[in-house]
């Protein structure tokens, strides 16, 4: 019934995606098997918006007296909001490091 309860982790997939871009980062990793960073990232936002959607239609679900179980609707629901969080939070990390090396005088 929730598919997504315990098993997607947001911060699985934000590791998958970093430790994917700092594979790339040499030239030996051009592979044409491996997926590009932006295709990652992609990925990963992908996941935060299943989430999100998922915790909508279980809350409407329960709204609706289908699903009697609240646990899993808060579980969904804290899941769906961890992962925003912690992709806001990754956005403003490389934000403020853009603007760090923006900063930097040549």
Known sequence: MNSFALSASPVSSVSRVLDAAAGQAGPE?????????????????GQV???????ASMTQAFARGQVSDVHSVMIASEQATM????????????????QEIMRISM
């Open 29 to 45: 990793a051009k592979g044409s098997d491996s997926a590009s960073f932006g295709q990652m990232l992609q990925s990963a936002f």
């Open 49 to 55: 918006s299943a989430l999100q959607d998922h915790s």
């Open 83 to 98: 992962a925003l969080q912690l992709t806001t939070q990754i956005r403003n990390k490389a934000i403020d490091a853009y």
